[in-house]
C-alpha cells in the first residue's frame, strides 16, 4: 500500500492542459478524471509528463489517428509517425508523420507518406520508425491490398522512405511478401548501416535486410521456421549481433533468437518469460513484446503483458549474456487491483536507466503509465501517469502498439493513442515537462463565466500552462441577469478582442474580463396604430422599442409634435409618463418604462382661385392656400376685400366663398373642411414694335382670345438698308403682320420682330447674272454670272477673270459676302482670240484661244514624218498668220484678232545604191520628181583581182557607167560586174592610173549633179 499511496502523490503533480505553437498543436479540451484528481502544479514549476501535447492536427481525411512509432535524432528532433484509419478497430487505410524541433513543444503540419503503389487503392498499416547510423530516420510501413489479402496492383509488401529534415521523404523503396498478408513489421539498424527488416506473414516468421536503405533486399528468411508468431521486433545490439523477439501464441510464450553474424545463421530459440505460457492473448489485446539494449552495457531488455497473476501485468526479462539465459522476470505496474495493463514499450537511455511505458486501465479508463529502472530491471520506480486525461474504457483497445523514446540529452519521451476527443489522436510527453507559468482568468464582476481553450466554467479559472504556449480566451455576451438587467463584456485587460489568443509568459499573470451592467427600458406612446413615433437618443420609433442601457448612463426621449397622419388629421404630444417635457433625458439606474400620449387635431384649409389673392382668418391675413388646425367644435372667421390687386398685368374682383358666405363671415368648425374664395381676374396685353402702326394693346378677361397686329412689312431706313417683319415672339407667334390668336390666361406681351436687311447688287458688262436682291443682316450672300467664257464673235470670247467691288474671288460664284451693310459685286472679263493651225501631217501643239495683245507661236510636234517604206515628209515652213520655217515654232504672231497659220511640207523618197565592188555613191532621200545621176567606174579590183563594171540593174537597168534616176518614188539600183583579161597588154600601173582618172571624174560628175538635185 506504501507503494500506491506514492503513486497517488506522483499523481496529483499531473495536470490537464494542451498547448499550440507555431505550426499546428491545439489545446486540448478538459475533462473530469475518474478516479485520481488532477490538481494543477505550481507557477514556473517543471513535472513529468507535463503537458500532454496533440500531435495531429486535425487535416487528415481519416478520423482515427492510432498506432504511433517515434525516432529521436541526436539533434533532439522528434520524427513521430502514426496509422491512419476509420476506427479504433479498423485496419489502416495510410501511415501519417510530424516531427518537432523543439522537443515536442510544437508539431510541423501532418503529412500522409508516399505508397508504392499511388492511386491504387492500396492501403497502408504498423508503421515504424528507425534511426541509421548517418541520423537518418527510417520509416517502414505496409502496404497491403485492400481486401485484406495480397492481390495485385498493392500485392502485400513493406514500403521503407527516409529523411534527415522529416519533410522530405525521397523515394519510397518497397519489398514484396511471400504472397501471404504481411503483418506488425519491425525495422532496425546495426552500427555498419545495415537496415533489418522482420515481420510475420500468416503467422510465418520473416526476416531481411538491406544494404542500401531499402533499395534492395537480401532474400525473406524464417531464422527457426517459426510460425504462429505475431508482433516480432528486431533490435541491433552494438556490437552487430542481431536480436529478434516475437510472441508465441501457439505456446502463449515470449520468443528471442540472435545472429551474431548479421543474419546469415541464428543462435537456439529461447523462451524470455520464466513461467511457461504465462503470455496468453487474443484480439484486442495482445502480449505484443518490446525490447530494447543498453548502448553501453550491452544488456538486453524484453517487456510483455503476462497473466500469471490472473490479469495482465507488466514483466520485464533482462539478458547480460547476449540472450542465451534471462534473469528472473520482475513485474514493473505496482497496482495491486485486477484491472489490465498490456502494449509496453521499451527505452534505455545513455546512463543505462531503463524506461518502460504501457497502455493501464487501474483508473477505470485507458491511461499512459511510466515507470523506470536504474539496476538493471530489477526494481522499478513508482508508477507515474503520463496521460493527463482518459482515453474512455469502452474504446476495446486504443491500437496494438506506442513508443518511448530517450533522447540524446536523457530526457524520455512519449506517443500514444489518445482518445479523450471524440476519436482517436496521437498524443506526446516529455519527461522532465516544460516549465509553466499559472494563468487565471477571471472576471469583473467575479464569479461569470468564461472560456478557456474551448472548456466554459465560472470564473475564476487558474490554469498552469506551458511558458511561451498560446491559449485562447473568451467569454460570453449577454450574460442575462432576470428579465430586465444583464451583463455585457466590456473589455479584456490585456486588450484583447472578446475571443483572443494569449501567449503564456514567465511570471504568473490574470487576465480579467470587464463586464458592463445593463437595465432593460421601454419607451411606448398612444394612442397606438396610427403611425406615431417617438425618438429615442435621435432614433424614431413607431412602436413600444426595448433598449439596454449601461447603468446610471443618459439618454434623450422626444415626442416629435405635431405629426401629421393625413393630410387632414395630426397628433400633438400631450405628456410623457415620467412628467418630463416633449424633450427630455432620462437616467439608466433601474429598468424604465415611459410612454408619450398625444392628442388629436384636424386641418381647416383655406385658398382662393386663383391662387395669390389675399385672406383673412381670425383677424390674420394669409396670400396662399393655408392648413389651419383646429380642435373640433370651434368657431373662427373668415374674410376677403372684394377687389384686389396682384401682380403687374393682373387685377382680380371676388365672386364668392364655396360655402356661400358674405366677403366677411364666421364658420363653425366640426370637422376637417375646405374655404375656397372666388375672383375673376383680368390680363393686360402690351403690344411693341420697333416701328409705327401696332395694335392690340389693353385689359381683357381671363380666358380671352385676342390678336396683336402690325400695319408695315418693310420698313425703309437708308438707300440700300430697310426693316423686314419677321415674325411676332415673347407670348405671341405667326409670321403674318397680324399674331395667331392669344389667350389671355395671365398678363401677356406681343412683341413685333423686325430685322435689318441690305441689297446686293450684282453687274456684269457679258452674260447673265445671279444673286442680287435683299439680305437680312449678318448673313453670307454669294454674286454669280452664268458661264466662265462667253462668244463674242467667230475667233473671238470674253472669259470671266475675277469679282471687284464688294465682292471676291475667281469662280464664276464670288466668295461669301458678309450682308453687313449694303454691297456691290462687278464681274470682270477679258477679251480673248482664237489661234488655228491647219496642217496635213503631224499635230498642232499651240492651237487655242489667246488673251488679245498677247503673242503665240504656231507649232508642230515633228519637221519630218514617215509616210511609208522609203517615204516621208518633210516640214517646208508656215504660211498664212505665220512666218518661219521651224516646225517647232513659227515667228511670234500678235493676237489682234483671229489668226490662222497654215503649215507646208515637201515629199521624199530614198534611193538605195546597191554594189557588191568598192563604193558607189548616190543613196540617201531626194525630193520627188528629183533627177540623180550614177557613176560606176569601168574596172574595179575585188579580192586581187580586176573586174569590169557590167551593167545597172533593179529600177534601172543599163550597160552606161553613167545613169540618171528620176525620183517618183522609192527606189533601189545595184552595180554588177563581171571578171575579165581585157587589158592583159597594159601594165599594172598603167590600168591603175586609168582607173583613178576614171574615179575622180565620177566622183566630180556625182558631186556636180548632186548640187544641181538639190537646187532643183
Request: net charge negative; aromatic share 10%.
Amino acid at each position: 500500500m506504501r507503494g500506491f499511496s506514492y503513486v497517488l502523490v506522483v499523481l496529483v503533480l499531473a495536470s490537464v492542459i494542451a498547448i499550440s505553437g507555431p505550426w499546428s498543436a491545439t489545446a486540448a479540451p478538459s475533462r473530469s478524471a475518474s478516479a485520481v484528481p488532477i490538481v494543477q502544479p505550481r507557477p514556473n514549476s517543471i513535472t513529468p509528463f507535463f503537458p500532454n501535447i496533440k500531435i495531429t492536427d486535425g487535416t487528415s481525411p481519416f478520423d482515427y489517428q492510432v498506432e504511433p512509432t517515434m525516432v529521436v535524432n541526436h539533434s533532439g528532433t522528434v520524427f513521430v509517425g502514426w496509422k491512419e484509419t476509420n476506427g479504433p478497430d479498423a485496419a489502416g487505410y495510410r501511415v501519417g508523420s510530424s516531427y518537432s524541433t523543439d522537443q515536442g513543444l510544437t508539431w510541423a503540419p501532418n503529412i500522409l507518406m508516399n505508397q508504392t503503389h499511388p492511386n491504387q487503392n492500396c492501403r497502408d498499416s504498423d508503421p515504424w520508425m528507425a534511426l541509421d547510423p548517418n541520423d537518418r530516420v527510417h520509416y517502414a510501413y505496409l502496404e497491403y491490398d485492400p481486401n485484406g489479402g495480397s492481390s495485385p496492383p498493392c500485392s502485400s509488401g513493406l514500403d521503407v522512405s527516409n529523411t534527415t529534415n522529416g519533410q522530405d521523404w525521397g523515394n519510397v523503396h518497397y519489398i514484396v511478401g511471400q504472397g501471404g498478408l504481411v503483418d506488425k513489421d519491425s525495422i532496425a539498424f546495426d552500427s555498419a548501416g545495415r537496415l533489418y527488416a522482420t515481420w510475420d506473414e500468416g503467422n510465418i516468421l520473416a526476416v531481411t535486410w538491406s544494404d542500401d536503405g531499402g533499395a534492395t533486399w537480401a532474400p525473406v528468411i524464417n531464422p527457426g521456421s517459426q510460425s504462429a508468431v505475431l508482433g516480432a521486433v528486431i533490435v541491433a545490439a552494438p556490437d552487430g549481433t542481431v536480436y529478434l523477439t516475437w510472441w508465441d501464441f501457439g505456446t502463449n510464450n515470449i520468443k528471442f533468437e540472435s545472429s551474431a553474424d548479421r543474419g546469415q545463421t541464428w543462435s537456439a530459440i529461447v523462451r524470455v518469460n520464466d513461467l511457461a505460457g504465462s503470455a496468453p492473448g487474443g484480439f484486442p489485446q495482445y502480449p505484443l513484446p518490446a525490447m530494447n539494449v543498453d548502448p553501453n552495457s550491452g544488456a538486453i531488455y524484453v517487456s510483455w503483458a503476462d497473466s500469471r497473476n490472473g490479469n495482465p501485468d507488466i514483466y520485464l526479462a533482462s539478458s547480460t549474456d547476449g540472450g542465451k539465459t534471462w534473469a528472473a522476470n520482475q513485474r514493473i505496474n505496482d497496482n495491486t487491483d485486477s484491472s489490465m495493463q498490456y502494449m509496453v514499450d521499451l527505452a534505455v537511455d545513455g546512463t543505462g536507466k531503463v524506461h518502460a511505458a504501457w497502455e493501464d486501465k487501474r483508473l477505470g479508463n485507458w491511461n499512459i503509465f511510466y515507470s523506470n529502472s536504474t539496476d538493471g530491471g530489477q526494481t522499478w520506480s513508482p508508477n507515474v501517469r503520463v496521460s493527463d486525461q482518459d482515453t474512455p474504457g469502452t474504446f476495446d483497445r486504443p491500437g496494438d502498439y506506442f513508443a518511448i523514446e530517450a533522447g540524446p540529452d536523457n530526457k524520455t519521451y512519449v506517443v500514444w493513442t489518445d482518445g479523450r476527443g471524440t476519436n482517436f489522436d496521437i498524443y506526446y510527453a516529455r519527461s522532465p515537462g516544460f516549465p509553466t507559468s499559472t494563468v487565471t482568468v477571471t472576471t469583473n464582476p467575479a464569479g461569470l463565466p468564461v472560456t478557456v481553450d474551448g472548456v466554459t466554467s465560472t470564473g475564476p479559472v487558474a490554469t498552469a500552462w506551458i511558458v511561451g504556449s498560446s491559449h485562447t480566451v473568451s467569454v460570453a455576451s449577454p450574460i442575462p441577469l432576470g428579465t430586465t438587467a444583464r451583463y455585457v463584456w466590456s473589455n479584456w485587460s490585456d486588450g484583447g478582442t472578446i475571443s483572443h489568443s494569449i501567449v503564456v509568459g514567465v511570471d504568473d499573470a490574470t487576465i480579467t474580463a470587464s463586464f458592463t451592467k445593463q437595465y432593460q427600458s421601454s419607451v411606448s406612446l398612444g394612442p397606438v396604430g396610427l403611425g406615431l413615433s417617438v425618438l429615442v437618443d435621435s432614433v424614431p420609433y413607431t412602436a413600444t422599442a426595448s433598449f439596454w442601457w449601461d447603468d446610471g448612463s443618459v439618454h434623450q426621449v422626444e415626442a416629435p409634435t405635431p405629426q401629421n397622419l393625413s393630410t387632414d388629421v395630426r397628433y400633438i404630444w400631450f405628456s410623457w409618463s415620467d412628467g418630463g417635457s416633449a424633450a427630455h433625458s432620462v437616467s439608466a439606474t433601474a429598468a424604465l418604462v415611459l410612454t408619450a400620449t398625444f392628442t388629436e387635431q384636424e386641418a381647416m384649409r383655406v385658398s382662393t382661385t386663383p391662387s395669390g389673392a389675399t385672406f383673412a382668418v381670425d383677424g390674420t391675413s394669409y396670400s396662399s392656400a393655408t392648413a389651419f388646425w383646429f380642435a373640433r367644435d370651434s368657431y373662427h372667421t373668415i374674410s376677403v376685400a372684394t377687389q384686389q390687386s396682384s401682380t403687374p398685368g393682373t387685377r382680380y374682383q371676388f365672386q364668392q366663398w364655396s360655402d356661400g358666405g358674405a366677403a366677411a363671415h364666421v364658420v363653425h368648425f366640426t370637422a376637417a373642411v375646405s374655404f375656397e374664395a372666388t375672383f375673376s381676374a383680368e390680363y393686360y396685353l402690351n403690344v411693341t414694335s420697333p416701328v409705327s402702326g401696332a395694335g392690340g394693346s389693353g385689359w381683357y378677361p381671363a380666358g380671352a382670345t385676342v390678336n396683336a397686329a402690325v400695319s408695315n412689312q418693310y420698313f425703309a431706313q437708308n438707300p440700300g438698308e430697310r426693316l423686314a417683319f419677321q415674325g411676332w415672339s415673347g407670348d405671341a407667334t405667326g409670321a403674318s403682320l397680324t399674331s395667331d390668336p392669344i389667350l389671355m390666361d395671365g398678363p401677356k406681351t406681343a412683341i413685333a420682330q423686325y430685322g435689318t436687311q441690305f441689297y446686293l447688287d450684282v453687274s456684269s458688262a457679258y452674260g447673265s447674272v445671279s444673286g442680287a436682291g435683299w439680305y437680312d443682316q449678318g448673313t453670307s450672300a454669294h454674286a454669280g454670272v452664268a458661264s466662265q467664257q462667253v462668244a463674242v464673235s467667230p475667233g473671238t470670247q470674253e472669259l470671266f477673270v475675277v469679282w471687284s467691288g464688294d465682292a471676291t474671288g475667281t469662280g464664276v460664284t464670288s466668295n461669301g459676302i458678309v450682308m453687313d451693310r449694303p454691297k456691290v459685286a462687278t464681274a470682270q472679263w477679258r477679251t480673248e482670240y482664237s489661234l488655228t493651225i491647219q496642217t496635213p501631217y503631224g499635230t498642232a501643239t499651240t492651237a487655242g484661244w489667246y488673251q488679245a495683245g498677247s503673242f503665240a507661236t504656231a507649232s508642230l510636234n515633228a519637221s519630218v514624218i514617215g509616210t511609208g517604206a522609203g517615204e516621208r515628209v518633210v516640214f517646208k515652213g508656215w504660211t498664212g498668220d505665220a512666218a518661219g520655217y521651224a516646225a517647232l515654232g513659227s515667228s511670234p504672231i500678235l493676237m489682234s484678232g483671229p489668226r490662222t497659220a497654215h503649215a507646208e511640207w515637201s515629199k521624199e523618197y530614198f534611193l538605195q545604191v546597191i554594189t557588191d565592188v568598192g563604193t558607189i555613191g548616190g543613196s540617201g532621200w531626194y525630193r520627188e520628181g528629183t533627177s540623180v545621176e550614177l557613176t560606176a567606174p569601168a574596172e574595179a579590183t575585188s579580192g586581187g583581182q580586176t573586174v569590169r563594171f557590167s551593167g545597172w540593174s533593179g529600177d534601172v537597168t543599163s550597160s552606161d557607167l553613167v545613169v540618171t534616176v528620176t525620183m517618183t518614188g522609192p527606189k533601189e539600183v545595184k552595180a554588177t560586174w563581171t571578171t575579165t583579161g581585157a587589158l592583159g597588154g597594159l601594165s599594172g600601173t598603167l590600168i591603175g592610173l586609168i582607173l583613178l582618172i576614171v574615179g575622180i571624174a565620177l566622183v566630180v560628175g556625182l558631186f556636180v549633179a548632186r548640187r544641181r538635185g538639190r537646187r532643183e
